[in-house]
């Protein structure tokens, strides 16, 4: 009898309810906290993607710092000094509560405001993030060594974690922000915060009371006494992963992370400008999680191997090759179903190669490592090195390249695998060269791509053909749209895909005349006439039909010497109503907008009609927070990030910030123009609250004019008689906002997107 033997082990649910509902809590105020802060720092900072991605990488690199500091007590320490340690860390951590910005803090003016940024991340949420970062990993490790049944094999406790995040994330847009405000956000964190450090102190308790024998003893009595034989057969080889391991490791990891952005940089640039679509993807990623780390995993992976090559041949069909078939919702539902089979494959490819729970912090630690250096790839490389969304193609051949069996392929031969993808790309060329004019062949072109994907399912069982020959066709078809969409210019910055197209449309006469579009994302943000006589005329949602033509044309005898302010630069089509005696500041916040905008190949509203204009780079918010007080006669808010106005733009205390620099007979007015969300609820609700006068136009053009879109617009004023002469205009339908009682005020605390969905 092993001198073990009285050790029995424990098959209570409890244990498992306690260090499941440890990981569930912990990654669900994991998940909270990350846009309950950026929330905090919006009206301080503006809404800067740059701002995003800072704080992003921030929370990546704590998250691996907390995951390498569990692998280094729980590899270093004895069980008991990593409850001393750990102890001790949770109660410095509570130094940074209540959640707060620094007393009297403020960013740099003159500088860029990166490391200020990251300097606030840390002394405010630093400590929290990190505990809450360390526990996925450790209280796994600390599973391991409790004795129970299943402790030879604790990964199923990382479903429970994602479940956490998973409903964390669907929580609080559709739950938590639209009820709560931010200050009771902070303070039910701040209790959330102190459970969770309970809970670890209960598992802490389970495993000083499970473990009394030496070190060595647990491990004899772990490896012998606290399973039973079936379990032992199950038992992971706890030999040393070598390299080629970790570096499978390190790559199942990386390609879904980075996927994971590149699929909703994609969808939101490429397919729709939805709100909130960035939460479908997340949500299968962190459901792909759940599913593969459960009892499931087994079935569900053998199952997404199998099927993920089937749905490749339509994915690459309608997705690359010819889309234009397809409603934007069927083209968004290919690419979900496309990207979550990949990362079942990829994470289904991790759950089965977990090790040994000798190595659980280690391979948790790669995997960490992976996932933050896929987020900087897609924050910080893929933006200065393509200039558009290119990094999600690449990974959807990098996630095909994972499928079992590339090492054999590989050991093989890697140059037999090179084969098919080369004749696929031969082929391709040579049809492009042996056609003069690809677009009057461009049906041809496109059933030949679809047949050459169909014969890449041939290789569904070779890794290595079947992904290079997919990205070939994906390269070929990219090309083909790209040459047919005459894009003139296309650069990408932290804002977005800037892009310049060249269109045709049918003139007043009948005839095809040629002009030029800017694009943001999916969004139109501007057009321009090339003919001299034309050049000079307002376009789309600035049309001198539109809304705000009939605001110039109505005050057009008492705004000689008007000071304009203009929120958002566009192709600069609203300098065409300026006057010489006028002055006129562009608020942009995309230095690249303001450089095409400049540029004469592309528009000239700004060379040909501007006379004393200034431009503003920077967020609009911090920008008229410095300008003094009644500057404004007009204040015009024509921001948009792709198809929408950023949130910090439309709250209570901006709406006050405006009329505080518009003089008391001056005029707020607001481009509404907005496909998904319902605008004006909020600002009907503001004028309400705030006493002020306020006018509606959702205009619609009565004849077919080129370029003449309908639009939305808003005006505001302190006084009603200065929108007296819109109300009573002729030249357009003025009317009064209505009122609604079914929201409460957008505020700095508080917005709901979820409640102005049309």
């Given at each position: 009898?092993s001198?073990?033997?009285?050790?029995?082990?424990?098959?209570?649910i409890?244990?498992?309810?306690?260090?499941?509902?440890?990981?569930?809590?912990?990654?669900?105020?994991m998940?909270?906290l990350?846009?309950?802060?950026g929330k905090?720092?919006?009206?301080?900072?503006g809404?800067?993607?740059?701002?995003?991605?800072?704080?992003?990488?921030?929370?990546?690199?704590?998250l691996?710092?907390g995951?390498l500091?569990?692998?280094?007590?729980s590899?270093?320490?004895?069980?008991?000094?990593?409850?001393?340690?750990?102890?001790?860390?949770?109660l410095i951590?509570?130094l940074?509560l209540?959640?707060?910005l620094?007393?009297?803090?403020?960013?740099?003016t003159?500088?860029n405001p990166?490391l200020?940024?990251?300097?606030?991340?840390?002394?405010?949420?630093?400590?929290?993030?990190?505990?809450?970062?360390?526990?996925?990993?450790?209280?796994?490790?600390?599973?391991?060594?409790?004795?129970?049944?299943?402790?030879?094999?604790?990964?199923?406790?990382?479903?429970?974690?994602?479940?956490?995040?998973?409903i964390?994330?669907?929580?609080?847009?559709?739950?938590?922000?639209?009820?709560?405000g931010?200050?009771?956000?902070?303070?039910y964190?701040?209790f959330?915060?102190?459970?969770?450090?309970?809970?670890?102190?209960g598992?802490?308790?389970?495993?000083w009371?499970?473990?009394?024998?030496?070190?060595?003893?647990?491990?004899?009595?772990?490896a012998?006494?606290?399973?039973?034989?079936?379990?032992k057969?199950?038992?992971?080889?706890?030999?040393d992963?070598?390299?080629?391991?970790?570096?499978?490791?390190?790559?199942?990891?990386?390609?879904?992370?980075?996927?994971?952005?590149?699929?909703?940089?994609?969808?939101?640039?490429?397919?729709?400008s939805v709100?909130?679509?960035?939460?479908?993807?997340?949500?299968?990623?962190?459901?792909?999680?759940v599913?593969?780390?459960?009892?499931?995993?087994?079935?569900?992976?053998?199952?997404?191997?199998?099927?993920?090559?089937?749905f490749?041949?339509?994915?690459?069909a309608?997705?690359?090759?010819?889309?234009?078939d397809?409603?934007y919702?069927?083209?968004?539902?290919?690419?979900?179903?496309?990207?979550?089979?990949?990362v079942?494959?990829?994470?289904?490819?991790?759950?089965?190669m977990?090790?040994h729970?000798?190595?659980?912090?280690g391979?948790?630690?790669?995997m960490?490592?992976?996932?933050?250096?896929?987020?900087?790839?897609?924050?910080?490389?893929?933006?200065?090195?393509?200039?558009?969304?290119y990094e999600?193609p690449?990974?959807i051949?990098a996630?095909?390249?994972?499928r079992?069996?590339?090492k054999?392929?590989?050991?093989?031969?890697?140059?037999?695998s090179?084969?098919?993808?080369?004749?696929?790309?031969?082929a391709?060329?040579?049809?492009y060269?042996?056609?003069?004019?690809l677009?009057?062949?461009?049906?041809?072109?496109?059933?030949?791509?679809?047949?050459?994907?169909?014969?890449?399912?041939?290789?569904?069982d070779?890794p290595?053909?079947?992904?290079?020959s997919?990205?070939?066709?994906?390269?070929?078809?990219?090309?083909?749209?790209?040459?047919?969409?005459?894009?003139?210019?296309q650069?990408?910055?932290?804002?977005?895909?800037?892009?310049?197209?060249?269109?045709?449309?049918?003139?007043?006469?009948?005839?095809?005349?040629?002009?030029h579009?800017?694009?943001?994302?999916?969004t139109k943000?501007?057009?321009q006439?090339?003919?001299?006589?034309?050049?000079?005329?307002?376009?789309?949602?600035?049309?001198?039909?539109?809304?705000?033509?009939?605001?110039?044309?109505?005050?057009?005898?008492v705004?000689?010497?008007?000071?304009?302010?203009?929120?958002?630069?566009g192709?600069?089509?609203?300098?065409?109503?300026?006057?010489?005696?006028?002055?006129?500041?562009?608020?942009?916040?995309?230095?690249?907008?303001?450089?095409?905008?400049?540029?004469?190949?592309?528009?000239?509203?700004?060379?040909?009609?501007?006379f004393?204009?200034?431009?503003?780079?920077?967020?609009?918010?911090l920008?008229?927070?410095?300008?003094?007080?009644?500057?404004?006669?007009?204040?015009?808010?024509?921001?948009?990030?792709?198809?929408a106005?950023?949130?910090?733009?439309?709250?209570?205390?901006?709406?006050?910030l405006?009329?505080?620099?518009?003089?008391?007979?001056?005029?707020l007015?607001f481009?509404?123009?907005?496909?998904?969300?319902?605008?004006k609820k909020?600002?009907?609700?503001?004028?309400?609250?705030?006493?002020?006068?306020?006018?509606?136009?959702?205009?619609?053009?009565?004849?077919?004019?080129p370029?003449?879109?309908?639009?939305?617009w808003v005006?505001m004023?302190?006084?009603?008689?200065t929108?007296d002469?819109?109300?009573?205009?002729e030249?357009?339908?003025?009317?009064?906002?209505?009122?609604?009682?079914?929201?409460?005020?957008?505020?700095d605390?508080?917005?709901?997107?979820?409640?102005?969905?049309?």
């Amino acid at each position: 009898m092993s001198q073990h033997s009285e050790v029995t082990t424990d098959r209570s649910i409890s244990l498992i309810v306690l260090f499941a509902g440890t990981l569930f809590t912990s990654a669900s105020l994991m998940f909270v906290l990350q846009p309950l802060f950026g929330k905090i720092l919006l009206p301080l900072l503006g809404g800067s993607p740059a701002v995003w991605n800072t704080c992003m990488v921030f929370y990546q690199s704590i998250l691996f710092l907390g995951y390498l500091y569990a692998h280094a007590i729980s590899t270093r320490l004895s069980q008991h000094r990593q409850i001393q340690v750990h102890t001790l860390i949770i109660l410095i951590s509570f130094l940074a509560l209540p959640l707060a910005l620094p007393d009297n803090t403020a960013p740099p003016t003159e500088s860029n405001p990166t490391l200020w940024l990251l300097g606030v991340l840390g002394v405010s949420i630093g400590l929290p993030f990190f505990v809450v970062s360390t526990t996925a990993p450790l209280i796994q490790k600390w599973f391991a060594h409790v004795g129970h049944h299943t402790s030879h094999d604790p990964y199923y406790l990382y479903a429970a974690s994602n479940t956490g995040s998973l409903i964390a994330l669907l929580s609080y847009p559709f739950v938590i922000e639209p009820a709560i405000g931010l200050n009771d956000q902070k303070t039910y964190w701040g209790f959330g915060y102190f459970f969770l450090c309970l809970v670890i102190a209960g598992c802490a308790f389970m495993l000083w009371k499970s473990n009394r024998q030496s070190d060595l003893a647990e491990e004899i009595v772990f490896a012998d006494d606290w399973m039973d034989a079936d379990d032992k057969s199950t038992l992971a080889d706890d030999k040393d992963p070598d390299f080629y391991t970790k570096l499978h490791w390190f790559a199942l990891a990386f390609v879904p992370s980075s996927l994971l952005l590149g699929l909703t940089n994609f969808i939101s640039t490429d397919i729709a400008s939805v709100p909130l679509l960035w939460i479908i993807p997340l949500t299968l990623y962190l459901l792909s999680f759940v599913i593969v780390f459960s009892k499931w995993e087994d079935v569900s992976y053998r199952l997404m191997v199998k099927l993920q090559p089937v749905f490749l041949l339509p994915f690459i069909a309608y997705a690359f090759i010819n889309p234009a078939d397809l409603p934007y919702w069927g083209y968004l539902v290919l690419h979900l179903i496309s990207f979550f089979f990949a990362v079942m494959v990829c994470h289904g490819g991790l759950a089965k190669m977990r090790p040994h729970t000798k190595h659980l912090t280690g391979f948790y630690l790669i995997m960490s490592f992976a996932g933050m250096l896929g987020g900087m790839f897609n924050t910080f490389v893929a933006p200065f090195i393509f200039n558009g969304i290119y990094e999600y193609p690449i990974m959807i051949v990098a996630a095909l390249l994972l499928r079992p069996g590339l090492k054999p392929a590989i050991d093989k031969g890697l140059l037999l695998s090179l084969i098919p993808p080369v004749l696929v790309l031969i082929a391709g060329f040579v049809l492009y060269a042996s056609i003069n004019d690809l677009l009057q062949y461009f049906d041809v072109i496109v059933v030949t791509l679809i047949i050459l994907t169909c014969l890449i399912y041939l290789f569904r069982d070779k890794p290595a053909p079947l992904a290079m020959s997919a990205g070939v066709i994906i390269f070929l078809a990219v090309s083909l749209h790209s040459l047919s969409s005459h894009t003139l210019y296309q650069e990408r910055t932290f804002f977005g895909v800037l892009g310049v197209r060249e269109s045709v449309l049918t003139n007043e006469q009948g005839q095809p005349e040629i002009y030029h579009e800017l694009f943001h994302g999916t969004t139109k943000h501007g057009a321009q006439r090339l003919a001299a006589n034309l050049a000079k005329t307002p376009l789309t949602y600035f049309s001198h039909q539109g809304p705000i033509g009939q605001l110039f044309k109505e005050f057009d005898d008492v705004n000689q010497k008007w000071t304009i302010g203009i929120v958002g630069l566009g192709a600069g089509t609203l300098a065409c109503y300026a006057k010489p005696e006028q002055n006129w500041t562009f608020y942009e916040i995309d230095p690249l907008v303001v450089e095409v905008a400049s540029n004469p190949a592309y528009f000239t509203y700004l060379s040909r009609c501007s006379f004393n204009t200034t431009m503003s780079i920077g967020d609009a918010r911090l920008s008229i927070e410095k300008e003094p007080d009644q500057k404004y006669d007009l204040l015009v808010i024509d921001a948009f990030s792709s198809d929408a106005i950023p949130t910090h733009l439309l709250t209570r205390e901006v709406i006050q910030l405006y009329f505080k620099k518009i003089k008391p007979n001056g005029i707020l007015a607001f481009h509404m123009t907005n496909r998904h969300l319902l605008l004006k609820k909020v600002l009907s609700i503001h004028a309400e609250n705030l006493h002020l006068a306020s006018l509606i136009q959702e205009f619609k053009p009565l004849t077919e004019i080129p370029l003449v879109v309908a639009t939305d617009w808003v005006v505001m004023s302190q006084k009603t008689e200065t929108l007296d002469r819109l109300s009573t205009s002729e030249l357009g339908n003025w009317v009064k906002m209505p009122l609604y009682f079914d929201m409460k005020p957008w505020t700095d605390d508080f917005t709901n997107i979820v409640s102005i969905w049309k």
